[in-house]
């Protein structure tokens, strides 16, 4: 089957950057409307990213990879860009993702995890930037996505007033810890880090929703990843290595920990059943048991016992016991 026809826009760009020469092919897409090409020519190649308006905005992606470069972190290079097309070509990072190489590689696990984790306690100690707070609002907005999405797919009726009190319950203390807040990527896991040269030398993808929040944040995403299994063994290794390099109040952090990791969690769910339910997209529900038990893991922990309650109250148990199951594409 022939490659289908590139966008009319992408040609005048390209020749205005100097690759107006070069091969384009499309990658494989994820969940938003973005989408990447790998521009190649004798002299080298590249990455073409196109965002486009309305959809998406490039600009956030340059003002934090800006950032980054500038505080001495690995984003891809910005080569050229037209932010109102919403087109971008940077850096081209290779192939070689977290999540692939340690698929090949599993004894390396230890060591670029260890690596993942020293670039969130090197972000720790930076001013967070030029980006929006990450604040109750947004917590708030992101946690609904569970009631919102989720419990209707499954024809629950749920308390949704007693489910936010319980959220501002618990998020109340974590909010009154991230000051001053830290640089908070996103979505950091092993399918949007690079390793570069060495194992320890890891490029930065997939940042331009980042927002100033709490340091843990970002250290959950890594740990409890929706999308590969990560053992509880080396989830808890990695905790004390991020004590250890940043010193914090272990306690305190132990416990926002959780309490992001269940909101988190809550969120990616809803989120997935929105991409079946809105965008057509079921292969993401596939991924709910595996977000479903770290939720579950999080909801243990006391300082989400208000949280925990409104499951145990409006969640029925087969549901929770079978890992948010009984969704069917």
């Known amino acids: ?23 384009v092919v499309a990658l494989a897409g994820d969940a938003s409307f973005r989408r990447y090409f790998r521009v190649t020519r004798a002299a080298g190649r590249a990455m073409l990213m196109d965002a486009p308006p309305p959809h ?22 910005i080569l050229a860009e037209d932010a109102g097309d919403g087109l971008v070509l940077l850096e081209d990072f290779g192939d070689r993702r977290m999540r692939d190489h340690l698929d090949a590689a599993p004894g390396d696990e230890h060591a670029v995890y ?7 306690a090197a972000l720790r100690r930076l001013p967070a930037g030029p980006v929006a707070a ?3 609002a947004v917590y708030q907005r992101e946690a609904a996505l569970f009631t919102e999405w989720f419990c209707p797919a499954l024809g629950l009726t749920v308390d949704m007033a007693g489910y936010a009190a319980a959220w501002a319950q618990v998020l109340g203390p974590v909010a009154g810890r ?4 830290v640089m908070v990527l996103r979505d950091y896991h092993a399918e949007n880090i690079m ?3 060495t194992l320890a030398d890891q490029g930065l993808l997939d940042f331009q929703d980042a927002l100033a929040g709490h340091a843990a944040y970002d250290l959950v995403s890594l740990l409890q990843d929706a999308r590969r299994d990560v053992a509880p063994v080396l989830e808890a290794k990695m905790l004390e290595h991020y004590l250890a390099a940043t010193g914090v109040d272990r306690a305190e952090f132990l416990a926002d920990y959780a309490v992001l990791g269940a909101q988190r969690n809550a969120k990616i769910i809803g989120i997935f059943v929105r991409l079946w339910r809105r965008d057509g997209k079921p292969r993401y529900l ?37 890992g948010g199951g009984g969704i069917a594409a």
């Open 1 to 23: 089957m022939a490659e289908p026809a590139l966008p009319p826009h992408f040609a005048p760009f390209l020749t205005a950057a100097g690759w107006g020469d070069a091969q």
């Open 56 to 77: 998406e905005n490039p600009r956030p992606f340059l003002a934090v990879a800006q950032w980054l470069a500038q505080n001495g972190l690995r984003a891809p290079r």
């Open 114 to 120: 260890a690596a993942a984790v020293d670039t969130l």
């Open 134 to 136: 990450y604040d109750m």
């Open 178 to 181: 991230q000051s001053p807040p």
């Open 195 to 197: 390793l570069l040269e």
């Open 286 to 322: 596939a991924l709910i048991p595996r977000v479903w038990a770290l939720m579950e893991r999080d909801l243990a922990h006391p300082a989400l016992a208000p949280v925990a309650a409104w499951f145990a109250a409006n969640v029925p148990a087969d549901v929770r016991a079978s």
